[in-house]
């Protein structure tokens, strides 16, 4: 049945392309070599075919693309289209993006590269929406730790999937950016993964943004400032198709200004938004911004708060729990984000005493306690957190079953990953497919996770 339906289905690709761009790719691109299907029914099929007058043409092909005869399945496929009878009244771009959201990923990505009206039917927004709900195998989300070690070229990466299929999750490695100064996560959104040059200063960085699925990367141009305090990605495909980049600056006002400036792909350069602000709390943490409902957010160790819609371009403050009476820093352990609730945990003592996770509530009006912790229980089935003497929390993840409540937590303890349920403190497995050197020592810490999810961005 897969066999007939991917013949029927490219049969309608020949027609609707015309045949010339399938055969150039078939005669120019080796990467349409793979399993599956048989040479001698490949041949018999092609003998059937008049298809550029002589059947031999084709069998040449099949003999130049394939070494065994397990390497033409995907030669079946799109040789299989020379068949196809002319039907002029099809609506082409309709049929076509029917025709694509059935191939299998492999096939689909490969298919970008037949021609740009290809190209374009599958880089569309909606397509890629429909594509994912099709194929939900494909979706995978977790998050990337880095971590940077002595004469390393590139940022170490691990990739931990806490919801989806683990085999659909990104290699971990960022050495497909050609970069000779090394490269690293800067932030991370929806998919995208905003990156920069590794060892170097200001004046030679350069930034990318990248797509760990596919291996894809853009060059942006330099934001033209003497000093970057952070850089963020902000993309939601269900209110833009565009990514845009958010840059913290310094400002020529003064040293204790800071300037927004926005890079969108629709103008290919930078601008400064809005007028400088200034920032007495020299602490923001704005390489670590994180973006929820459409904003990005920054926390600091001071009273400072900020939040700025790159849409509109209106930056505003939000309130913060008050710091700890007798101090003058603010403990921040853990800022992000998770289906749309912006979360907070602070702790002026070891993070093993018991520690509260805070939400913002929906009008921004202050925090709330969401959930209080006690980690005695977890403890108790885990021998690592009873032993240490600190810990950090990685990541949380607000999920719900139907009315239960199934939102789970990552921390982090010496020589060790424990993940948990929040709800109830249970156990849980803790997926990866990295090897995880814990010999190395490595102390992993909430601002060196960058939180990844691949729906829409494995095309």
Same mark, same amino acid.
């Given at each position: 049945?897969?066999?007939?339906?991917?013949?029927?289905?490219?049969?309608?690709?020949?027609?609707?392309?015309?045949?010339?761009?399938?055969?150039?790719?078939?005669?120019?691109?080796?990467?349409?070599?793979?399993?599956?299907?048989?040479?001698?029914?490949?041949?018999?099929?092609?003998?059937? @075919?008049?298809?550029?007058?002589?059947?031999?043409?084709?069998?040449?092909?099949?003999?130049?693309?394939?070494?065994?005869? &397990?390497?033409?399945?995907?030669?079946?496929?799109?040789?299989?289209?020379?068949?196809?009878s002319k039907t002029p009244k099809?609506?082409?771009?309709?049929?076509?993006?029917?025709?694509?959201l059935r191939l299998p990923l492999?096939?689909?990505?490969?298919?970008?590269?037949?021609?740009?009206?290809?190209?374009?039917?599958?880089?569309?927004?909606?397509?890629?929406? $429909?594509?994912?709900?099709?194929?939900?195998?494909?979706?995978? =989300?977790?998050?990337?730790?880095?971590?940077?070690?002595?004469?390393?070229?590139?940022?170490?990466?691990?990739?931990?999937?806490?919801?989806?299929?683990?085999?659909?999750?990104?290699?971990?490695?960022?050495?497909?950016?050609?970069?000779?100064?090394?490269?690293?996560?800067?932030?991370?959104?929806?998919?995208?993964?905003?990156?920069? =040059?590794?060892?170097?200063?200001? &004046?030679?960085?350069?930034?990318?943004?990248?797509?760990?699925?596919?291996?894809?990367?853009?060059?942006?141009? $330099?934001?033209?400032?003497?000093?970057?305090?952070?850089?963020? +990605?902000?993309?939601?495909?269900?209110?833009?198709?565009?990514?845009?980049?958010?840059?913290?600056?310094?400002?020529?006002?003064?040293?204790?200004?800071?300037? +927004?400036? +926005?890079?969108?792909? *629709?103008?290919?350069?930078?601008?400064?938004?809005?007028?400088?602000?200034? #920032?007495?709390?020299?602490?923001?943490?704005?390489?670590?911004?994180?973006?929820? @409902?459409?904003?990005?957010?920054?926390?600091?160790?001071?009273?400072?708060?900020?939040?700025?819609?790159?849409?509109?371009?209106?930056?505003?403050?939000?309130?913060?729990?008050?710091?700890?009476?007798?101090?003058?820093?603010?403990?921040?352990?853990?800022?992000?984000?998770?289906?749309?609730?912006?979360?907070?945990?602070?702790?002026?003592?070891?993070?093993?005493?018991?520690?509260?996770?805070?939400?913002?509530? *929906?009008?921004?009006?202050?925090?709330?306690?969401?959930?209080?912790?006690?980690?005695?229980? #977890? *403890?108790?089935?885990?021998?690592? #957190?009873?032993? *240490?003497?600190?810990?950090?929390?990685?990541?949380?993840?607000?999920?719900?079953?139907?009315?239960?409540?199934?939102?789970?937590?990552?921390?982090?303890?010496?020589?060790?990953?424990? =993940?948990?349920?929040?709800? @109830?403190?249970?156990?849980?497995?803790?997926?990866?497919? $990295?090897?995880?050197?814990?010999?190395?020592?490595?102390?992993?810490?909430?601002?060196? #996770?960058?939180?990844? =999810?691949?729906?829409?961005?494995?095309?």
């Amino acid at each position: 049945m897969e066999e007939k339906n991917s013949q029927c289905l490219v049969n309608v690709l020949w027609d609707l392309d015309d045949g010339g761009n399938v055969l150039n790719m078939l005669e120019n691109k080796a990467r349409w070599r793979q399993e599956h299907g048989g040479l001698r029914r490949n041949r018999k099929f092609l003998c059937n @075919n008049t298809l550029l007058g002589d059947p031999s043409d084709e069998i040449k092909i099949l003999h130049q693309l394939s070494s065994t005869s &397990e390497d033409l399945r995907r030669n079946r496929i799109l040789i299989s289209a020379m068949s196809y009878s002319k039907t002029p009244k099809l609506n082409n771009n309709d049929v076509m993006s029917d025709i694509l959201l059935r191939l299998p990923l492999k096939d689909l990505v490969g298919c970008k590269c037949v021609c740009k009206w290809w190209n374009s039917l599958i880089s569309d927004p909606v397509f890629k929406l $429909n594509y994912s709900q099709r194929n939900p195998q494909y979706n995978v =989300s977790g998050f990337f730790l880095q971590k940077f070690l002595f004469l390393e070229l590139h940022s170490k990466l691990l990739f931990f999937p806490c919801e989806g299929q683990i085999n659909a999750a990104p290699k971990p490695s960022l050495s497909f950016i050609e970069d000779d100064k090394g490269v690293r996560i800067q932030h991370a959104c929806s998919g995208l993964l905003l990156c920069s =040059s590794f060892r170097c200063g200001e &004046e030679d960085r350069k930034y990318y943004v990248c797509k760990p699925t596919t291996k894809q990367y853009f060059s942006l141009p $330099n934001p033209e400032c003497r000093t970057v305090f952070g850089i963020n +990605i902000t993309y939601d495909p269900n209110r833009s198709p565009q990514y845009k980049i958010v840059c913290i600056c310094d400002s020529y006002i003064s040293k204790n200004h800071r300037q +927004i400036k +926005i890079y969108s792909p *629709a103008t290919g350069s930078w601008k400064p938004s809005g007028k400088p602000f200034i #920032v007495s709390d020299e602490d923001m943490l704005f390489n670590r911004g994180v973006f929820c @409902n459409g904003a990005l957010h920054w926390v600091g160790k001071g009273n400072l708060a900020l939040r700025f819609n790159p849409e509109i371009e209106v930056l505003v403050t939000m309130p913060m729990p008050p710091i700890q009476e007798e101090l003058t820093e603010r403990k921040v352990r853990y800022f992000g984000e998770s289906g749309g609730h912006l979360l907070l945990i602070e702790a002026y003592g070891l993070l093993t005493a018991g520690f509260d996770i805070m939400e913002m509530k *929906a009008d921004y009006s202050g925090w709330f306690i969401k959930y209080h912790l006690n980690l005695g229980r #977890v *403890a108790m089935q885990c021998p690592a #957190v009873e032993r *240490a003497n600190r810990l950090s929390i990685l990541h949380i993840v607000h999920h719900r079953v139907e009315d239960e409540d199934e939102s789970f937590m990552v921390i982090h303890v010496p020589g060790e990953f424990v =993940s948990f349920k929040i709800r @109830n403190c249970s156990l849980m497995n803790l997926r990866t497919n $990295n090897h995880v050197d814990l010999g190395l020592g490595l102390w992993y810490s909430w601002d060196g #996770v960058y939180p990844y =999810s691949n729906v829409n961005f494995y095309l």
